[in-house]
C-alpha cells in the first residue's frame, strides 16, 4: 500500500488560535481528501485536493503532489473544531480506495 | 435526508453470529466500499464495487462477504462474527471523480 503519515498525533489550541496539520504520503496519488470526523463518529467531507489550494470558510488546504504532501490550516479556532482531522490518500497506480493516515487529534478549548 | 444511509446504527452480538450490515445511496453513484475503523487508526478498506456485476477484495477481507443488490445498495455480511470485529463500520460511496462520501457509520460489538 501506500504510508500515510499525520502530524501531529494530538493538538491542543486555545479558542481562537490558528493551527496547521500536515499529511506526508509515500507514492503519487490522483486523490486526496481531508475528513474531520466529530465527537459522535461521523466523518466529514472537508477537502477533495488532490493538487493546488481550496479554501472554505475558516478552513484551507494546501497539496503540493510532487512533493507528495498537504496541509489542512484552520484559523481563528472554535471549540466545534474539536475532533480527529484524517487524510486519506488514494494511490495513481492502484484501485480506487482510500488509504488513511491515522489521524490528527484536535482539542480546542475555551 | 442522508444521501448515504447505514443500519443499524449500533449492534451488539454474540460470537459466532451472522451479522448483515446495510448501506443505501439516493446520490446516484456506481462505486460503493466499506471500510472498518479500530479505536485510534484511521479507516482499512475491506470491500469496494465498481458496479452491481463488480466486486472486489480490499486491505482485510478475511471474515466478511459483501453483496451489491442494486445501485443503490451495498451489504456487508459477518458470517460468523468473531471479537475482533468489534468496530467502526463506514460504506461510502464515489463517482468517477473519485471523492468519496461516508455514511454516519455502525457501531458492532461482538461480545
Known amino acids: 500500500g501506500i504510508q500515510v503519515e499525520q502530524s501531529p498525533p494530538d493538538l491542543i489550541l486555545q479558542e481562537g488560535a490558528n493551527s496547521t496539520l500536515r499529511c506526508n504520503f509515500s507514492?503519487?496519488?490522483?486523490?486526496l481528501q481531508w475528513f474531520h470526523q466529530n465527537p459522535w463518529g461521523q466523518l466529514i467531507n472537508l477537502f477533495y485536493?488532490?493538487?493546488g489550494t481550496k479554501q472554505n470558510g475558516r478552513l484551507s488546504a494546501t497539496t503540493v503532489a510532487t512533493e507528495r504532501y498537504s496541509l489542512l490550516y484552520i484559523s481563528s479556532s472554535q471549540t466545534t473544531d474539536s475532533g480527529v482531522y484524517f487524510c486519506?490518500?488514494?494511490?495513481?497506480?492502484?484501485?480506487?480506495?482510500?488509504?488513511f493516515g491515522t489521524g490528527t487529534r484536535l482539542t480546542v478549548i475555551p | 435526508d442522508a444521501d448515504v444511509t447505514q443500519t443499524p446504527r449500533n449492534r451488539i452480538t454474540k460470537t459466532g453470529k451472522r451479522i448483515m450490515l446495510e448501506c443505501s445511496q439516493t446520490?446516484?453513484?456506481?462505486?460503493m466500499y466499506w471500510y472498518r475503523q479500530d479505536p485510534g487508526l484511521g479507516l482499512r478498506l475491506i470491500y469496494y464495487?465498481?458496479?452491481?456485476?463488480?466486486?472486489n477484495k480490499g486491505e482485510i477481507s478475511d471474515g466478511y462477504s459483501v453483496s451489491r443488490q442494486a445501485q443503490a445498495k451495498f451489504s456487508l455480511s459477518l458470517e460468523s462474527a468473531i471479537p475482533n470485529q468489534t468496530a467502526l463500520y463506514f460504506c461510502?460511496?464515489?463517482?468517477?471523480?473519485?471523492?468519496?462520501?461516508f455514511g454516519p457509520g455502525t457501531r458492532l460489538t461482538v461480545l
Open positions: 507514492d503519487s496519488v490522483n486523490n
Open positions: 464495487s465498481f458496479d452491481v456485476k463488480d466486486i
Open positions: 461510502a460511496t464515489s463517482d468517477l471523480s473519485r471523492e468519496q462520501y
Open positions: 485536493i488532490p493538487s
Open positions: 486519506a490518500v488514494e494511490r495513481s497506480s492502484g484501485a480506487n480506495n482510500l488509504f
Open positions: 446520490k446516484g453513484h456506481d462505486r
